[in-house]
Each structure stands twice: as structure tokens, then as C-alpha cells.
């Protein structure tokens, strides 16, 4: 009677923790750095720092995998400022994301780094003055950056992140130069997070 108890009590002992997943939001705000394009950039705006917002939404591992969706918006992109012939413009992005954050076991409750990097879908548009080369474009893009996730509480934390944003393929043709359009650029933000 008490060997099927002790076998029952090792064998609780020794299974392995069931893996837990974190599942947060982070609206966040920052800022659009070293941009790059051959689109309507007449001023050279798209390099300026220049307000970024969005959200993300993760799942993340105590063993540190998981994946995040996030949507980002970059207002006034190609625009340098008083007198700029470019009147309106932004780039919206959209991306899947692979996570790979340090284990649960090795950071505990304190500052989680990650790394980050995924596909996505990058929306440039921009009108100027005359209304003659108005841009709509649309791209495959491609996402990589670092990062660090921390709690306050059970529910609440905080969030740091720097990312590279390029496209990589697109079928529109600049009306600047007539090569393939392009477009690139560093964003670096912080967030609130909540789960």
C-alpha cells in the first residue's frame, strides 16, 4: 500500500513543471529614425526623427519562444517641414513576429531581454502640392530587433525596443527614379505593458 504512494509521490516530484505562457499587450510610442526611400522625399524628410505609435500583442514561453503581432504607424514620413512640397504622408506597418526572450528560470521577474524578427506588410503614402506623383505603395517587409520586458506587478510593465524596418519586395516602381520603390528605417520605442 505505501509503495504505489511513495512511487506516486516521486513521480510528482520529478515530472517537469508544466509550461506556462505569458500573454501581453503593449500599446507604445517613439520614435522613426534613419529612414531611407527613393519615394516622393523631396526634402529628404523620410531621414528626420519623427513620432511612431502602435500596439503589439505577444505570447511568450517561460522557456522563452513565442510570437507577436504587431501594428505601427509613422506619421508625416516623407515630410521635412515649413515650405516642404510633400503636404501629407505615413507608413503604416503590420507584422508576425518570432520571439526569442531569456528563460523565465535565468531573469525571474526582473527585465527580460529579447530578440525579435519577422514578415509583414508595409503601407507608404504621401501626396504633395501639386497632386502630380501621389504615393500608395504597398510592400513585403521585413523586421529585426532587440528588447527588454519587464513587470511592475502581476499585471502591469514596461517595455524598451529598437527595431530595423525594411521592405523587401515590392511591384511598385518609384516615380522619382523609375527603380523598384523602396523604403527603410530605425525605430526605437517604449511601451506600457499589460497582462
Do not use: C
Not at 505505501?2 to 500573454?23: G, H, M, Q
Not at 513576429?97 to 507608404?124: C, Q
Request: charged share 20%; proline share 4%; net charge neutral.
Amino acid at each position: 500500500m505505501r509503495l504505489p504512494l511513495i512511487a506516486t509521490f516521486l513521480a510528482v516530484l520529478v515530472t517537469p513543471a508544466p509550461a506556462r505562457a505569458d500573454i501581453f499587450v503593449s500599446p507604445f510610442l517613439g520614435l522613426k529614425f534613419k529612414g531611407s526611400t527613393n519615394e516622393l522625399n523631396f526634402g529628404e524628410g523620410a531621414g528626420d526623427a519623427k513620432l511612431s505609435i502602435g500596439a503589439s500583442t505577444v505570447i511568450l514561453s517561460d522557456k522563452g519562444f513565442g510570437v507577436e503581432a504587431e501594428i505601427g504607424y509613422n506619421p508625416r514620413f516623407f515630410e521635412k517641414g515649413t515650405g516642404d512640397l510633400v503636404t501629407r504622408s505615413g507608413v503604416t506597418t503590420l507584422f508576425g513576429n518570432l520571439v526569442l526572450a531569456m528563460p523565465l528560470s535565468i531573469s525571474r521577474e526582473s527585465l527580460r531581454p529579447y530578440a525579435v524578427g519577422g514578415l509583414g506588410w508595409v503601407h507608404a503614402s504621401a501626396q504633395e502640392t501639386l497632386d502630380l506623383f501621389p504615393v500608395s505603395n504597398d510592400f513585403l517587409g521585413l523586421t529585426i530587433g532587440v528588447g527588454a520586458v519587464g513587470f511592475f506587478s502581476d499585471v502591469t510593465g514596461v517595455k524598451f525596443d529598437l527595431r530595423y524596418i525594411k521592405a523587401i519586395s515590392s511591384g511598385d516602381i518609384s516615380e522619382r527614379n523609375g527603380e523598384s520603390a523602396r523604403i527603410s528605417f530605425w525605430r526605437a520605442t517604449i511601451g506600457v505593458v499589460f497582462r
